[in-house]
């Protein structure tokens, strides 16, 4: 008994897993972000970081090109910038993938109140990162095609002027619209519940479709609570990039007044503007998802209940179920 609540006081030292409402996981999300403010936004930095050199290469690119002839690019010149941008993105999307499992990683630490590092937490996320790529990926895909599929349901009657008569046009356009809406509707709840996909691959050790279907299961009665999370990241975000961007604003209203261009230094800063708000905005989201990926666990499988009980020596009765079902117990390094 001594030593039952010698681990239950030390759990609740340390802010130990509980069920919480979603005022209470953003209270905690903002918590752990103010706390470890270096570390999150230290992760963060890497995606907007690769951004702002692509644009400042662009904004170098483009300078250069004002001193050469306006003559039309050749079909060459088109296909090096297109591989350039499928290359970039591909590297973006690597870097993503890392600052996405470091953060989840970082979390996982101090939420638990264990310490960690920015370099300990990149480190540690390495063997893991071909499975959060393919993660981005295919859930990426998966969403882009529903949304495809939206739009051609439009496009394709508004498209067949000749074989469609205008009546049997206006209908297919009527039917095209309401399959365009549920595409993205369903998309979009689609993209929520494949948030705790990261969580699971790296705490879970799952495969790349294993995370995206255990996602589903445990983003389930919580789609709302991502949702407004998710919102609430993109307002501070959008706030945050309107606020440094003011400068920005005065600017090009007097660069306008006086039909001019906008110079140099206030397109440099505007980039600035936006790398500045991705890194402060940007671990919101994922801090409170990794959160709510724990309260699933907390509120479904007793994850709390079983960490006290491995704290103690005793057997987990819920282990072998949960293996069963291809869920394997979570560990934090």
Not at 86 to 107: D, P
Not at 220 to 232: A, E, H, P, Q, T
Not at 242 to 268: C, D, E, R, W, Y
């Amino acid at each position: 008994m001594v030593v039952f609540l010698a681990i239950q006081g030390e759990f609740e030292m340390d802010q130990a897993l509980r069920p919480m409402s979603t005022s209470q996981v953003l209270d905690r999300t903002f918590s752990l972000y103010r706390n470890n403010f270096v570390v999150f936004a230290g992760i963060a930095i890497l995606p907007p970081a690769l951004l702002l050199v692509l644009q400042m290469l662009s904004l170098l690119a483009d300078r250069g090109g004002a001193h050469r002839s306006a003559a039309p690019a050749g079909a060459s010149a088109v296909v090096a910038i297109a591989l350039g941008g499928v290359l970039f993105g591909a590297v973006y999307l690597v870097g993503y993938a890392f600052a996405l499992g470091a953060s989840i990683f970082a979390v996982s630490r101090l939420h638990l109140g264990k310490p960690t590092s920015i370099s300990q937490s990149y480190r540690e996320i390495r063997p893991y990162i071909w499975r959060i790529l393919g993660i981005v990926v295919l859930a990426f895909l998966i969403v882009g095609a529903l949304m495809a599929v939206g739009i051609l349901a439009v496009a394709v009657p508004i498209a067949s002027v000749v074989a469609l008569g205008m009546a049997a046009k206006i209908v297919a356009t009527l039917i095209g619209t309401l399959l365009l809406l549920a595409c993205f509707i369903y998309a979009i709840r689609l993209s929520f519940s494949f948030s705790l996909a990261t969580p699971v691959c790296m705490l879970e050790k799952m495969g790349v479709w294993d995370s995206l279907k255990r996602s589903r299961v445990l983003a389930k009665g919580s789609l709302g609570r991502i949702f407004i999370v998710s919102l609430l990241a993109g307002i501070i975000g959008g706030a945050l990039t309107l606020a440094f961007n003011v400068p920005t604003f005065f600017a090009a209203a007097t660069a306008g007044v006086k039909h001019q261009a906008l110079s140099v230094t206030m397109q440099i800063w505007q980039f600035m503007a936006s790398f500045l708000a991705s890194t402060l905005a940007g671990p919101i989201a994922t801090i409170a998802i990794a959160l709510i990926y724990y309260d699933e666990r907390v509120r479904k499988e007793a994850f709390d209940l079983q960490l006290m009980m491995e704290a103690i020596g005793m057997p987990k009765p819920a282990q072998a179920q949960a293996q069963a079902a291809g869920g394997p117990f979570p560990t934090i390094g």
